[in-house]
């Protein structure tokens, strides 16, 4: 049912209404769409904190609630019982697979999770130290180049193909990011391991001896690609989804994407969480951080705390931050000093009233970091885990775009606030 909602403005008919929409759950939407070409008006909204961009059916967030469900099923539920590429399945599918679809879909990962070996041949072009998330966007915008006979976005097929190629070679390529890094022989995929221990074994494997698969570990890592999988519409997916707008083929799409996640304000951020839980060192340096992070004259900021949706806290946090002892008491790590610190430090936060009022609470970063770093992955690499995870709910929310046939290029307006018409001066002519 539509209703109407009155506008500070009306038109030539008198009429200021505009419809409101409902979703299944959340907040309603005002639909503005024809607010411009009625009224010539412009709806102003920089960063897009009253904005519904899309429809979409995939992932619902409620930030005050701390809700986050992947087409309905609670993150908890599905960080306890599922295993990613079912997630994935879901995210990308709308429903849990039968056995025998999860079957298919597996084998579908399996038979696509290679590199073309001129793909391999990119990495020798990049420097040693370069950052995997450069070399990522770089490799990741390059299938383009692979897969131009496959890749027609008109066709539903094609879609379906080049979305479990992304979501199946996205470990291969991140894994070769950092071997390359470390001079190390690059891996092949091996199937007999599930995703996340397929990950593992390319991340930290030799030629010269099996891989020793840790159950714990390998649990862990699911966990954390599960809980990464998709979160609406954030940064790095409104990215994917606009350059879809336009048409741009998937690969292009999804490097854009990790572009976009890169930055320590959204992907980045558990990167930074850990140098500045070095940086702190010991809990006796924690005031200063604090008094540090309230200093509006000083750019510091508590990396891993605050989110712009979540503001009670981030479910996600209390997932990791279990998984996070968990694995460091596997490791015999319990007394990591680093999560000491983290442990304290979000102590000191939430009693302070400045993080009260601001209502900023740990988020997946603040304890992602410590688990990451505790099962040996290199800091540099943590984007790029988030990166294969988040592939699921990048591909997810393409293939939910391009199955919309309303959805034309998206094309934003702006405010202009620059100098008004002049003409060029004379005497430069
Ligand atoms: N430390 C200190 N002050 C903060 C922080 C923080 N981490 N986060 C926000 N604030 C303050 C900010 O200074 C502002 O204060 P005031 O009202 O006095 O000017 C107020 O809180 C609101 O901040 P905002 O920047 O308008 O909030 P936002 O919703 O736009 O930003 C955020 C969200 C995540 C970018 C921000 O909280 C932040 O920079 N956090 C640290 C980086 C981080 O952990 N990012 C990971 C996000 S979760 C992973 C993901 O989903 O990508």
Redesign the pocket.
Same mark, same amino acid.
């Given at each position: 049912m539509t209703k109407y909602v009155n506008a500070v403005i009306g038109d030539e008919t008198g009429d200021a209404s505009l419809p409101i929409l409902e979703g299944t759950l959340g907040p309603q939407a005002v639909d503005i769409q024809s607010l411009y070409g009625r009224h010539g008006i412009l709806a102003y909204d920089p960063?897009y904190r009253s904005t519904a961009s899309c429809k979409s059916a995939i992932t619902f967030v409620d930030g005050d609630a701390g809700i986050l469900a992947y087409r309905g099923y609670p993150i908890e539920q599905l960080a306890e019982k599922s295993r990613f590429l079912e997630v994935a399945y879901l995210l990308m599918f709308g429903e849990l697979p039968s056995a025998a679809e999860g079957t298919a879909f597996r084998d579908s990962v399996c038979q696509h999770n290679l590199l073309h070996e001129q793909v391999i041949s990119f990495y020798r072009g990049f420097r040693r130290d370069a950052h995997p998330m450069a070399v990522m966007v770089g490799v990741v915008g390059a299938l383009s180049a692979f897969y131009h006979d496959d890749m027609d976005i008109r066709d539903p097929q094609q879609r379906i193909n080049a979305a479990i190629r992304l979501v199946a070679k996205m470990p291969t390529i991140a894994a070769a990011s950092y071997t390359y890094s470390t001079g190390r022989p690059q891996r092949y995929p091996r199937n007999e391991y599930d995703y996340a221990g397929n990950f593992m074994q390319m991340l930290f494997g030799m030629p010269n001896r099996d891989f020793v698969v840790d159950p714990v570990q390998v649990r862990a890592m699911d966990r954390i690609l599960i809980l990464h999988a998709d &979160?609406e519409q $954030?940064a790095s997916t409104s990215t994917v989804r606009m350059a879809a707008s336009s048409g741009a083929n998937p690969f292009a799409c999804i490097a854009a994407g990790i572009a976009s996640l890169w930055g320590? /304000? &959204?992907?980045g /951020?558990n990167e930074e969480v850990v140098k500045m839980l070095l940086e702190i060192g010991t809990p006796e340096n924690i005031p200063k951080a604090i008094a540090r /992070?309230k200093d509006?004259s000083d750019p510091f %900021?508590?990396?891993?705390?605050? &989110? %712009?949706v979540y503001k009670n806290f981030d479910p996600r946090a209390r997932v990791i931050q279990e998984s996070a002892r968990e694995v460091l008491a596997h490791l015999g790590l319990e007394n990591d000093p680093l999560m000491a610190v983290a442990l304290e430090l979000e102590e000191i936060a939430l009693r302070d009233e400045y993080f009260i009022e601001?209502k900023?609470y740990p $988020?997946?970063?603040f304890y992602s970091g410590i688990l990451l770093r505790a099962m040996g992955i290199p800091t540099k690499m943590f984007t790029a885990v988030f990166a294969v995870a988040r592939t699921a709910g990048w591909v997810s929310q393409w293939l939910e775009l391009h199955n919309d046939s309303t959805h034309g290029i998206d094309r934003p307006r702006q405010l202009y606030v620059g100098s008004g018409l002049r003409d060029y001066p004379e005497t430069r002519g």
């Open positions: 960063g &979160h $954030n320590p /304000a &959204h992907g /951020a /992070a509006k %900021r508590l990396m891993g705390f605050g &989110h %712009r601001r900023l $988020n997946v970063d």
